[in-house]
């Protein structure tokens, strides 16, 4: 029924399908661009190496939704603008406490708070709605770490910048500023990645021309999803497995050679080294120089160029390099995030980038209907149910 395509598989009507539309260009955006082949990641313009080590996140939030760095006004005006919708309705707190009752996993929860925050919106104003999820995502995912700790949430503090104001509510002191930097230079490198599953979902979503609240929680489904979400805990859990680096070479030759997948190397869109890996690499760098355990970053500095050496010698030609979960894990960790925080606080960066998306779909005003191939049965006939024999 089906041919090679060079796309894909062939239909007896010469349609095309692609798998998982692998390869199929969807859309068109400004907003980011993804080189697997070259390693490179470009964010509305700018490297990701060029920025993400020194802009503020709200001056990305800035450049995704207006494509240019505001100046100081328009900077206020943002900081302004997102500190005062930080607080969350006390329904979101009914959810998120009710969810900590049953241990719902953080990304669930987190998919549930999102799904009310246009509660008593009929419908709301798209930048409204950008302006709510961006602000009251980290609000969110800290209220409810809190909460399945035994603790009462921190109100958010006005005087702190987006990626401070996070770490203030997670562990209720203000953090110390390398240790906002980093974390705001992680929420800059993760802000946008293409067209992703759960960007792909929110586009599609509003390109119905549904809210951009629906819009977003599909995002938030989308990726919790592990083949999306990704696992950086494992990768820092096989740094702890290791523990000492002379035991490095022996553990990492013996997974190996069971055939098995070394956490936080290889990537699937990068055939070389991610360059959000060198980004986050040396904010981990500058961090635990300055916070945080620093044997565990040497050893993790050995762990990586052995795995990278090994895998080179048993996997020769992949390119198997350092990604961006390796050094995600060992910064968050750092940071002192438990590692079911890893994933939302990844949406706590996305979410910029998949409000971004959603406008610029808003503006195309096209749905989103590729076709389907169907590949059952043809010229059945109606059978009486008396009629019917047992098929098993």
Known sequence: ?????????????????????????????????????AGELVISGFPVEEIAGRASFEEMVYLLWHDELPDSKMLDELRGALASRRSVPGTVLDVLRAAAAGWTSQMDALRMAAGILGLGDDGGLDDEDALSLVARFPTIVAAYRRILDGEEP??????????????????????????????????????????????????????????????????????KGPLHGGAPGPALDMVFEIGEPEKAEPYLREKLGRGERLMGFGHRIYRVRDPRADVLAAAAERLYE?????????????????????????????????????????????????????????????????TAHCMEQRAQDRIVRPQSRYVGGWDRRWVPLEERQPTR
Do not use: C
């Not at 390398?178 to 792909?200: I, K």
């Open 154 to 223: 921190v109100e958010p503090d006005p005087e702190l910048g987006h990626a401070a104001n996070y770490l203030y509510m997670l562990h209720g002191e203000a953090p110390a500023p390398e240790a906002a930097r980093a974390l705001e230079t992680y929420l800059n490198a993760a802000v946008d990645h293409g067209l992703n599953a759960s960007t792909f979902a929110a586009r599609v979503i509003v390109s119905t021309r549904s809210d951009m609240i629906s819009a977003i929680a599909g995002a938030v489904g989308a990726l």
């Open 290 to 354: 300055n916070v945080g355990n620093r044997e565990l970053y040497e050893l993790s500095m050995h762990i990586e160029k052995t795995a990278v050496r090994l895998l080179a010698e048993h996997r020769p030609g992949r390119n198997l390099d350092t990604n961006v979960e390796f050094y995600t894990a060992l910064l968050l960790h750092g940071l002192g995030f438990p590692s079911d925080l890893f994933t939302p606080t990844f949406a706590v960066s996305r979410v910029a980038g998949w």
């Open 1 to 37: 029924m089906y041919g090679k395509g060079s796309a894909g598989l062939t239909g007896r009507d010469g349609q095309v399908f692609a798998p998982g539309l692998d390869g199929v260009v969807a859309a068109e955006t400004r907003l980011s661009s993804v080189d697997g082949e």
